[in-house]
């Protein structure tokens, strides 16, 4: 089909929700894309930091080409070996207790909510529920997770939202202990605010939340949803900020492009969810849990050592561009913020794809790179070729 006919049919029969870019993407190979017109882009997005192993990987399509071919789903009634090789694979690594798998990052987020107020209540009983997440955070679509979002605008249309929510301001100790109070049973943040614009928090704010939660006996809770699996240049972005979750999700690149989320739980936390507690029909089915060993194989110490290294290249080689539309360049890894001055972050993003290289905004003005981590030197350096046609 053509851009236009398949832009017809989702006009015609598609819930507008998004706001697409006029480009239908027809197939990739590593972090380069072709759209239905045979159009060639440079890929920095990775599907929104989901396609961590790029297009076209033939050890991930073969994983799960190979367990489609064994089972390719079962319910959680039943053990299955990919399950239970991730989660042995992933929480060790972690430095964690034990994981629960479902499929995306608010329904992550859900769990990882459940798990902190039945924490609570076993220990406290009622009237201890009340979680505080930071402003300008992202958290997700379902009614509690947009309620855990930090962001007003998020909090609209669809009353009534789940209770239990306050908001404190990032960076800011004073604002959160305003904010707490004996009602409080969790902490949780993003260490790199995604959607809200590309913010890192800062190590000592982040350490003294840590220290406060555990003083509270407050679980601190880190959604790792897109900081997670190695996308900013270790395994999860908190090995880097010398804090220890008790509960961390995990969710866009832990599966290379197969729906899949979950979180990981300390010891202190491995019992709260019992059966009947928690659970999820297609939750680490055994294709997307075999894709996400393939994910784990893949990042290795040297190859995180690489997405390290890569990411800065690519600051470095935007910082050199000297372009009077940046204002700054924020992130980790190939977590990249690059703030726009001089037009919007939109209108940049047009401008990059119709040259031929594809980026995501964030916030109110930040042009946001998630290039998959495999992406080479040549391919980043093209991605900057087109930038400075563009920006300089
Ligand atoms: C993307 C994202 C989510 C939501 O994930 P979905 O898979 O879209 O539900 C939650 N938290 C953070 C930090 C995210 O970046």
Known sequence: MTFSE?????QGYVLQTY???????????????????????????S??????????????????????????????LFYTEPYARLASRLAP??????????????????GMIKT???????????????????????????????????QDHFH?????????FRYAAANDMDDLLAVAGDDVCAVM?????????????????????????????????????????????????????????????????IAGGLPFGGFLVNEKCRNVLRAGDHGSTFGGNPMAAAAGNVVMDVLTPEFLAAVREKGQYLRDGIAALNSPYVSGIRGMG???????????HKELKDKLMAEGLLCLTAGADTLRLLPPLVITKDEIDQGLAIMAKVMK
């Open 47 to 76: 599907g929104i930091g989901v396609c961590s192993l790029g297009y076209a990987n033939e050890t991930w399509a073969k994983a799960i080409y190979d367990q489609a071919m064994k089972v390719g789903h079962i319910s959680n």
């Open 93 to 110: 690594a972690a430095g964690m207790a034990a994981a629960f798998f479902g499929n995306s990052g608010a329904e992550a987020n859900e």
């Open 6 to 10: 398949i832009k017809a049919l989702d």
């Open 156 to 164: 609209e249309y669809f009353f009534p939202f789940t209770e239990g």
């Open 334 to 344: 190939l977590m990249i913020g690059v703030g726009v001055q001089g037009m919007t």
């Open 189 to 253: 943040m993003e260490l790199i605010q995604g959607e809200g614009g590309v913010n890192p928090l800062q190590k000592d704010y982040v350490q003294a939340v840590a220290k406060l939660c555990a003083e509270k006996d407050w679980l601190l809770l880190i959604d790792e949803v897109q900081t997670g699996v190695g996308r900013t240049g270790t395994l999860f972005a908190y090995q880097q900020f010398g804090i220890e979750p008790d509960v961390c999700t995990f969710a866009k690149g």
């Open 19 to 45: 706001a697409r870019n006029q480009v239908a993407i027809d197939h990739g190979k590593g972090a380069t894309l072709w759209d239905t017109e045979g159009k060639q882009y440079i890929d920095f997005t």
């Open 116 to 150: 902190a107020r039945k924490y609570s209540f076993e220990k406290y009983g009622q009237g201890r529920a009340t979680i505080i997440t930071l402003k300008n955070s992202f958290h997700g679509r379902t009614i509690t997770t947009l309620k855990a979002t930090g």
